[in-house]
């Protein structure tokens, strides 16, 4: 059975998704992003050529650090290719079950798993409407969200959001029929299966998961991945954890909505290295890490934009409010009593738990646009948040001290660069409108 064991062990394979015409292509240039899923989720001018040959650098760059690629989409036709009546009945099965209309077995295409049946829009004359498809099953490239693999085995996701909620059958199809996927991934917990009664829904999300060490995992709690789901997940984790490698479960207090920017673990840390992560200034408490961007300036920065706001009579869209970053890094931390999650404490945040576990020298901190030149320097501030939000902090390592980087964030890679990081460069123009490297890829096997 294929494992993961940290974030920054060598890595031999992982899942990638080609998904990038999803970006740009077959939607209409209208607002609202989750009204319907034939709205365009990013912006309208990149060109979808362009992006798609920026994208198809990874597969590349994964390749030459002698990482397995396994590509979804591939996974789908090929199988799909190959497969008998029977064999369709069971996907059109497992993939259209509650859902009023399905495909024949003798009609099922690559492009109904894509984009949904019927596969494109069209009108029907006879009643007189226009005829949608029922669901877009494939339409974010970021594999890391709807699986990831833990110390023990591999987890589907329960996706929160409303465009990704089906995508996780299609990425449980590729695993059970790809040959090599479906010998060595072990699925210990499809998270759409809990049972039980709760007041939120038991969602957990792969961007919000990291296996930071060989006996760590944390994720993020907040606009995606919800308690109940985290603390579901613990116990499916400690259930199957036989050899006892499971220490700890962390849960981390994230950011609010409307912080759209901060609704994955993934984009305020990552781990180019073992005891050394790159972080996002200013959304962190800590206790025990000297000279660290105080979120004290972030709070007093989004009082001041939403006092002017209300003064000048402009507040047309949601503001982001100080309270949704106030309690954010904040973690408490489960350990394993009987099978079932148990807390065991709580930290200001999970960098001073991992500092005080020795798991993060505190002097191993990299950030995000690099250390202001002075205290409570706002321009510092907006300039972090800027290469923050074109994915800066979103890396992927490939082995210790190697990792794959969005390009056109200089200033982080400088960073990395000085302190000792090799930095594969991706070129980003298209793509870093939301999820990086580390959003892109989905770890099956790492040391």
């Known amino acids: 059975m294929w494992t993961v064991n940290s974030e920054y062990g060598k890595l031999d394979a992982v899942l990638i998704q080609d998904s990038v015409e999803s970006f740009w292509e077959k939607r209409l240039p209208f607002e609202g992003i989750e009204s319907s899923l034939q709205y365009l989720p990013r912006c309208v001018h990149p060109q979808m050529d362009g992006g798609h040959e920026q994208w198809l650098q990874l597969p590349k760059m994964l390749a030459d650090e002698g990482v397995r690629v396994f590509e979804v989409a591939e996974i789908l036709a090929k199988a799909l290719g190959k497969a008998t009546l029977k064999e369709k009945r ?93 010998k060595h991934v072990e699925i210990v917990w499809n998270a759409n299966e809990a049972g039980g009664v709760s007041t939120e829904p038991p969602n957990v999300e792969g961007g919000d998961t990291q296996i930071v060490d060989e006996e760590t995992v944390a994720i993020g709690m907040g606009q995606r991945s919800t308690l109940t789901g985290i603390k579901r997940c613990a116990e499916e984790l400690f259930r199957h954890d036989r050899e006892g490698k499971i220490k700890y479960v962390c849960a981390v207090q994230l950011p609010d909505y409307p912080a759209l920017d901060y609704m994955h673990l993934d984009v305020t840390i990552n781990y180019p290295d073992a005891g050394r992560a790159l972080v996002m200034p200013y959304v ?134 000085e302190n000792g990081i090799k930095v594969r460069e991706w070129d980003d123009s298209y793509l870093d409108l939301l999820g990086g490297p580390h959003c892109s890829t989905s770890p099956l096997s790492r040391a």
Not at 140 to 164: A, E, H, K, L
Request: some cysteine; overall charge neutral.
């Open 90 to 182: 069971a996907i059109i099965e497992e993939i259209w079950t509650g859902f009023p209309a399905a495909p024949k077995p003798e009609e099922l295409k690559f492009e109904h798993l894509i984009y949904g049946y019927p596969e494109a829009p069209y009108y029907d004359a006879e009643q007189d409407r226009v005829v949608l498809p029922d669901f877009r099953r494939v339409a974010w490239p970021y594999s890391r969200d709807t699986s990831f693999t833990t110390q023990v085995g591999t987890v589907i996701c329960n996706m929160r959001r409303y465009s990704r909620r089906h995508e996780v059958r299609v990425v449980k199809l590729a695993y059970e029929l790809d040959p090599t996927l479906a």
């Open 284 to 417: 962190w408490d800590t206790e025990v890490v000297k000279g660290m961007p105080q979120k004290k300036l972030l709070l007093k920065t989004l009082e001041a934009l939403r006092q002017q706001s209300d003064a000048d009579y402009r507040p047309m869209g949601p503001m982001i409010h100080p309270d949704g970053f106030r309690y954010g890094g904040r973690t408490t931390i489960y350990v394993n009593k009987g099978g079932k999650p148990e807390p065991l404490c709580t930290e200001v945040s999970l960098i001073d738990f991992l500092v005080k576990e020795g798991k993060l020298d505190a002097d191993g901190l990299m950030y995000v646009g690099g250390l202001p030149e002075k205290e409570n320097d706002v321009g510092h501030l907006y300039s972090a948040f800027l290469e923050q939000a074109r994915g800066a902090g979103n890396i992927v390592a490939t082995r210790p001290k190697t990792v794959i980087a969005y390009k056109r964030n200089r200033k982080t890679i400088d960073v990395l660069r």
